[in-house]
């Protein structure tokens, strides 16, 4: 087996060159931009590719590729059951109640009428999502009739950014306090509210729908359980001050204790029925059950790093580090075995 691996900065790809190199692992170095990658890989078995969504590239083109390459008879990470709703919170809207998955009242609508039947009965406060974004970008809690009418008037009328830039600079500033930004990086927030980030140019604003979910409260965090063939590992991350919103808060607990065998266990099961090489579950609860608010099959590596252990799909506990970059490629040897012992 020989696997190419799209090398990004800040990405899965430094721990899986290092893990090839380490097991003397056949892989060579692919540019996914190239515009004959598709040559270039049929000397290779496998692509690896951690792409981003707030990469502008990675959003225009990543997922038409991995499917090409995986259509072709390549295998692939993320393939497509891993991928097709990731940075896509309509989509996983649409899957979750398919599956009959337990998860927040979720609703989506494609006209201002119909929107306007909806918020004069509905309950408030209530959670309005555009439908990609990471570390709580474009997630806000609306209080009334008349702020949910006139988000939806922007969304069926002009659009509204993809890139929140007055959140963007209260982050940053928010960050700066706490000493993980510099104050260039507040300068560079205040630029974008009148420069869009390149992403932004990319997919032009947001239009023609308004996504919501049910706000659940009394919730100071969230747990976010990940999971990988038949491991996963967790992280509980607690909401910034004064606000609901825990993704991209930096306040995080690593204990196993924090972690119950109910919450596991939705984890795996969840995991089994949509069929993801990788995936990374957001959950909240509400009278003492989890319910899972959303997916992604990337994760920012560096945030799991003071994770104690791991468990398998039955429960036990593995103490100590580990490596679940490994655990892909792991995996993904297995899935050539088997396809070479079928053919």
Same mark, same amino acid.
């Given at each position: *087996?020989?696997?190419? #691996?799209?090398?990004?900065?800040?990405?899965?790809?430094?721990?899986?060159?290092?893990?090839?190199?380490?097991?003397? #692992?056949?892989?060579?170095?692919?540019?996914?931009?190239?515009? %004959?990658?598709?040559?270039?890989?049929?000397?290779?078995?496998?692509?690896?590719?951690?792409?981003?969504?707030?990469?502008?590239?990675?959003?225009? *083109?990543?997922?038409?590729?991995?499917?090409?390459?995986?259509?072709?008879?390549?295998?692939?990470?993320?393939? !497509?059951? $891993?991928?097709?709703?990731?940075?896509?919170?309509?989509?996983?809207? &649409?899957?979750?109640?398919?599956?009959?998955?337990?998860?927040?009242?979720? !609703?989506?609508?494609?006209?201002?009428? $119909?929107?306007?039947?909806?918020?004069?009965?509905? @309950?408030?406060? #209530?959670?309005?999502?555009?439908?990609?974004?990471?570390? @709580?970008?474009?997630?806000?809690?609306?209080?009334?009739?008349?702020?949910?009418?006139?988000?939806?008037?922007?969304?069926?009328?002009?659009?509204?950014?993809?890139? %929140?830039?007055?959140?963007?600079?209260?982050?940053?500033?928010?960050?700066?306090?706490?000493?993980?930004?510099?104050?260039?990086?507040?300068? /560079?927030?205040?630029?974008?509210?009148?420069?869009?980030?390149?992403?932004?140019? *990319? @997919?032009?604003?947001?239009?023609?729908?308004?996504?919501?979910?049910?706000? #659940?409260?009394?919730? %100071?965090?969230? &747990?976010?359980?990940?999971?990988?063939?038949?491991?996963?590992?967790?992280?509980?991350? &607690? $909401?910034?001050?004064?606000?609901?919103?825990?993704?991209?808060?930096?306040?995080?607990?690593?204990? /196993?204790?924090?972690?119950?065998? =109910?919450?596991?266990?939705?984890?795996?099961?969840?995991? %089994?029925?949509?069929?993801?090489?990788?995936?990374?579950?957001?959950?909240? &609860?509400?009278? =003492?059950?989890?319910?899972?608010?959303? *997916? @992604?099959?990337?994760?920012?590596?560096?945030?799991?790093?003071?994770?104690?252990?791991?468990?398998?799909?039955?429960?036990?506990?593995?103490?100590?580090?580990?490596?679940?970059? =490994?655990?892909?490629?792991?995996?993904?040897?297995?899935?050539?075995?088997?396809?070479?012992?079928?053919?």
């Amino acid at each position: *087996m020989r696997i190419a #691996i799209h090398d990004t900065p800040g990405s899965f790809s430094s721990k899986w060159i290092a893990y090839c190199q380490e097991k003397n #692992i056949d892989y060579g170095l692919v540019n996914c931009y190239d515009s %004959d990658i598709m040559e270039q890989m049929k000397s290779f078995d496998v692509l690896l590719w951690h792409h981003q969504q707030s990469h502008p590239t990675d959003y225009f *083109m990543a997922k038409k590729l991995l499917e090409a390459l995986e259509f072709c008879g390549k295998l692939v990470f993320p393939n !497509h059951n $891993t991928g097709w709703h990731f940075d896509d919170k309509v989509a996983q809207k &649409y899957l979750f109640e398919g599956l009959d998955i337990a998860t927040p009242q979720n !609703h989506v609508f494609y006209d201002l009428k $119909t929107l306007r039947k909806f918020a004069k009965t509905c @309950s408030y406060p #209530i959670v309005w999502k555009l439908k990609g974004g990471s570390g @709580s970008r474009n997630v806000k809690l609306v209080r009334s009739e008349s702020e949910l009418i006139s988000i939806g008037k922007r969304m069926f009328g002009s659009g509204i950014r993809e890139y %929140d830039a007055i959140d963007g600079i209260k982050e940053a500033v928010r960050r700066y306090k706490l000493g993980k930004k510099k104050l260039i990086d507040i300068l /560079k927030a205040i630029v974008h509210l009148v420069y869009p980030v390149k992403y932004e140019r *990319m @997919s032009g604003k947001a239009w023609g729908y308004v996504y919501l979910q049910e706000f #659940i409260p009394n919730n %100071d965090s969230d &747990y976010r359980v990940i999971v990988i063939k038949d491991k996963a590992f967790a992280i509980k991350r &607690y $909401t910034r001050p004064n606000d609901f919103r825990a993704s991209g808060s930096g306040y995080i607990e690593y204990q /196993k204790e924090n972690f119950d065998d =109910e919450l596991l266990r939705a984890s795996f099961a969840i995991a %089994d029925k949509v069929k993801t090489q990788c995936v990374a579950f957001d959950f909240v &609860y509400k009278n =003492e059950k989890p319910l899972l608010v959303e *997916m @992604s099959y990337g994760y920012r590596k560096e945030g799991y790093y003071d994770c104690e252990g791991y468990w398998d799909s039955n429960l036990n506990w593995y103490p100590g580090t580990f490596n679940p970059y =490994e655990w892909i490629i792991e995996d993904l040897k297995d899935a050539f075995l088997n396809q070479n012992q079928n053919t």
